[in-house]
Structures are given as structure tokens and as C-alpha cells.
């Protein structure tokens, strides 16, 4: 992928978010009649800029797009006239000023679950929750399981794909000792298993939680018989054709696919003999994958796919949807737990039980944009409504400089009676500051981390 695949759907979707967050601020403060003097999105040199409006709004879309803001007419900023001074922000109640500040968080979070309805709706495709036992002393192998077993459910709560399975082990990681995992064996039987999670962390340092307890996607046998060939390709001129069967490469047995692929792979430039089955009849000769690059590196490859599986899609994949009103229902929920997800990890981290290394930053935010664009616009939506519901959190924590500061200083206002005094909001806005850029400067060095460890 180049830096583009990357780069447009981090930027389009950080500036999607970001309009969406400011909107909500705008439209509460119009709804309140305070006069909105600017709406940028964006931070530094304008690159696009016009008024509208019955107050000549101007608005902005700034060269620096990791951010924006609403501007709106404040007395503390200027001197305002007797005639607008009922529309300026701090002329406004308690109350409205919340409510405005509000909005911005809790559009995020509005957004989430529209795009987890449209993506419940429309249905996505998804593995299924089929696992294999990746060692013997695992936890996996200790509680029952065996590879093919299909999970369906986790506690009373049901499963229909990997990623619901991988959910609910990630919360139960929070707060659970042992959770109760139902399958279907290969044979058709219902079981249930007691997995122990003691030990089990999310830990940026250690493998997911998942593979920890010893589990790994399903990975069927897949027949090595050759399918589509390419024209003019080391495997053609070879002489292979689609439906032979490659049984040895090197004086090697091939059992399967992944091992073909393997071995090609790791192979770019260097003559190969392969050996191969047509009709029962053995042939081979001697062939040498072209190079080419992948993720960086040098890789073989011969011009030939995999024949379609006998089981087809359907054994490894299953299309998760659900009906107008039952997606709605689940995307508010799934908004829900993530939002109360996001606050639990916040949470260990702040009591070091888990690692701030699992803070991750824009680096690694475009790495997900990108590779979910690659996936389909439906696992990208759900990566945009991930992505929602953390600017909806961050942006609601009592930190001063985010919303949920500003909050915090009209809870107080409320209960005591009047505003928090200037200089106490002047030093919460500088102690903020500093914490907001520690986290950033921290995020960027989990990101740097990452690239450098590959």
C-alpha cells in the first residue's frame, strides 16, 4: 500500500469526525441564539475560507487538520456591544452553556451509532468464530478445545463472528477470572467449556488476549490444486495448468496451500523443482518465481491461484446483519460498551494496571484507516464509529481544555452557586495543556515504538 491508501482515508475520516463534533457545538449554540463568529475545521493557515449566514459565520478548513473549533461571541475575548451581548456564550445559563459544550462529545457518540446501524443493516462479512488450538500447554487445549470448534456463545451472551467472540473475551479480560465459551464441535455437538483468564492482560507488549489463551482463526486445509495460471507466468511456461495438484517442491511434500505459498515466497529468484499431479499422472519440471514486493519486502511468487474451495466462502465466512429496528438496538448497545470500554481501559491505565504503551496515536489510527478502506467500506465504517465513540470519550474526560473540563467548572457553578473564579480556570486551562501534551508526546512515541518494531 503507499502512503496515499493510508493517508486519504486517515484524513477524510479524521475530518468527518472532526465536522461532525463541531457541528454538534454549532447547532446547540444557533439553537440557543448565541452568535457563532467562526467554525474551522482544522488548526494554522486557512486553506479555504467563507461567510454565510444571517451573522456572516466564516467558515474555515485549516491546513492542519488534527482538530477545529466553534468560535463563538464571548465577552471574555472582547468587547461586545450592548446589542449583542445577550448572544454572547457567557451571557448564556449554566444550563445552555452545558448544553453546548455538551453537544460536541455526544454527536460523536450519536455518529457511532448511525454508522454501526448502517453497517448492522447492510450486513457485514466477518469470519466466523471457528478457532484451532494453537499449542498443547495452552489454556485453549486445557479447557476442552479442539481445532474446528465453532463458538457460539460466551456466558448467555450469543456469537455470530470472530470479531464478536474476540469482544467479548476483551471485556471479560477487564473484570472476569473465567468466562463459560459454548461451541459446536465438527461433529455437530453443543459444549460447553470453562476457560480460566488468570493471567490473561491486554498488554501492548504481549500477543492479544486471544492468542494468549492459545487460539487462532480457523484456518482449514486448503487442497494445494492449482486454479486460475497466469499467461506467460514462471508456472506456466512451466507447464502447470489449473486442477493439478502440486505434491512436492524440492523433493519436499506439500500438504497444503500455505505451505506452497510459503516456500514460493521465500524463494524470489532461486530455481525450484516442483512436482505436481495431472490425472493421476506425476509430472515436473524446474521453474523461478519472479521478485516482487510486499509490505517492503522481496517475495517469490509463480503466477498461479488456489482453486476454489470445495466448501466455498461459507466454511470460513458469515454475513452478520439484522433488521432496521434489531440493528438500531444493537448499535446503540455496541455504542454503549465500547464508550464504557474506552473509560475501563483509561481507568487501569491511570491505576497502572495495564501499560501506557496500548495508547496509540495518529500513526497508528492512519494504519487502521488504511488497512480497514482495503477491507471494504463496511469494515471502514466500523473502524470510523470506533474511532467516534474514543473522540466522544477523550473529549468528555474532566481534563480543562476538552469539553468535559469546561463540564466540570459548570457542575461546580451549579452547585456552588456561581462561576468557577478566572484564575483557578486559568490555572486548570495551563495544568491541562501540559497533561495534553504529555499524552500526545506519549501517543507519538507509542506510534514511533510500533514503526520501529515493525
Known amino acids: 500500500m503507499s502512503i496515499f491508501q493510508y493517508l486519504i482515508p486517515f484524513v477524510v475520516g479524521l475530518g468527518l469526525l472532526i465536522l461532525i463534533h463541531e457541528l454538534g457545538h454549532y447547532s446547540v449554540a444557533r439553537w440557543c441564539d448565541v452568535k457563532v463568529l467562526r467554525f474551522s475545521v482544522g488548526f494554522g493557515r486557512p486553506l479555504l475560507k467563507w461567510r454565510a449566514g444571517k451573522d456572516q459565520t466564516e467558515w474555515v478548513l485549516a491546513a492542519f487538520p488534527l482538530g477545529g473549533y466553534v468560535k463563538m461571541l464571548d465577552e471574555r475575548e472582547g468587547d461586545v456591544s450592548d446589542a449583542e451581548r445577550p448572544r454572547a456564550f457567557t451571557q448564556q445559563s449554566v444550563w445552555r452553556r452545558f448544553a453546548i459544550v455538551a453537544a460536541g462529545p455526544l454527536a460523536n457518540l450519536a455518529l457511532a451509532v448511525l454508522l454501526y446501524w448502517v453497517v448492522f443493516v447492510g450486513g457485514v462479512e466477518e469470519l466466523r468464530a471457528r478457532v484451532d488450538v494453537t499449542r498443547p500447554d495452552s489454556v485453549a487445549a486445557q479447557a476442552g478445545f479442539v481445532s474446528g470448534d465453532e463458538i457460539v456463545q460466551v456466558g448467555d451472551v450469543p456469537v455470530r463472528s470472530w470479531q464478536d467472540w474476540r469482544w467479548r473475551l476483551l471485556k471479560a479480560v477487564l473484570d472476569e477470572p473465567a468466562i463459560d465459551v459454548t461451541v459446536v464441535t465438527a461433529d455437530g455437538a453443543r459444549v460447553t467449556r470453562h476457560v480460566s483468564l488468570q493471567g490473561i492482560t491486554i498488554d501492548e507488549e504481549k500477543n492479544d488476549p486471544v492468542a494468549q489463551l492459545g487460539f487462532r482463526p480457523h484456518r482449514p486445509v486448503i487442497p494445494p490444486v492449482v486454479g486460475d495460471v497466469v499467461a506467460d507466468g514462471p508456472a506456466a511456461l512451466a507447464g502447470l495448468r489449473a486442477g493439478d495438484t502440486v505434491v512436492e517442491i524440492d523433493g519436499a511434500p506439500i500438504e497444503d496451500w500455505t505451505e506452497l505459498v510459503e516456500q514460493v515466497s521465500a524463494a524470489p529468484g532461486h530455481v525450484m523443482q516442483f512436482t505436481w499431479l495431472r490425472d493421476g499422472v506425476r509430472m515436473g519440471a524446474s521453474l523461478t518465481p519472479e521478485v516482487a514486493e510486499r509490505n517492503g519486502e522481496r517475495v517469490g511468487r509463480v503466477g498461479i491461484m488456489v482453486a476454489p474451495?470445495?466448501?466455498?466462502?461459507?466454511?470460513?465466512?458469515?454475513?452478520?446483519?439484522?433488521?432496521?429496528?434489531?440493528?438500531?438496538?444493537?448499535?446503540?448497545?455496541?455504542?454503549?460498551?465500547?464508550?464504557?470500554?474506552?473509560?475501563?481501559?483509561?481507568?487501569?491505565?491511570?491505576?497502572?494496571?495495564?501499560?501506557?504503551?496500548?495508547?496509540?496515536?495518529?500513526?497508528?489510527?492512519?494504519?487502521?484507516?488504511?488497512?480497514?478502506?482495503?477491507?471494504?467500506?463496511?469494515?471502514?465504517?466500523?473502524?470510523?464509529?470506533?474511532?467516534?465513540?474514543?473522540?466522544?470519550?477523550?473529549?468528555?474526560?474532566?481534563?480543562?481544555?476538552?469539553?468535559?473540563?469546561?463540564?466540570?467548572?459548570?457542575?461546580?457553578?451549579?452547585?456552588?452557586?456561581?462561576?468557577?473564579?478566572?484564575?483557578?480556570?486559568?490555572?486548570?486551562?495551563?495544568?491541562?495543556?501540559?497533561?495534553?501534551?504529555?499524552?500526545?508526546?506519549?501517543?507519538?512515541?507509542?506510534?514511533?515504538?510500533?514503526?520501529?518494531?515493525?
Do not use: C
Request: overall charge negative; cysteine-free; proline content about 5%.
Open 309 to 454: 474451495l470445495p466448501e466455498g466462502r461459507e466454511a470460513m465466512f458469515v454475513t452478520v446483519s439484522h433488521g432496521p429496528i434489531e440493528g438500531f438496538g444493537k448499535a446503540v448497545a455496541q455504542t454503549w460498551e465500547m464508550s464504557t470500554f474506552s473509560l475501563a481501559m483509561i481507568g487501569r491505565m491511570l491505576t497502572g494496571e495495564l501499560s501506557w504503551k496500548n495508547l496509540s496515536g495518529p500513526v497508528t489510527i492512519a494504519d487502521y484507516a488504511g488497512q480497514s478502506a482495503q477491507m471494504g467500506l463496511d469494515h471502514y465504517l466500523k473502524f470510523l464509529a470506533l474511532i467516534s465513540i474514543s473522540l466522544g470519550v477523550l473529549n468528555l474526560l474532566p481534563i480543562p481544555v476538552l469539553d468535559g473540563g469546561h463540564l466540570l467548572y459548570y457542575v461546580i457553578e451549579m452547585l456552588r452557586g456561581g462561576p468557577v473564579p478566572e484564575r483557578v480556570m486559568e490555572i486548570g486551562q495551563q495544568v491541562g495543556l501540559a497533561l495534553l501534551v504529555m499524552l500526545m508526546a506519549f501517543a507519538f512515541y507509542n506510534d514511533i515504538n510500533r514503526l520501529i518494531s515493525g
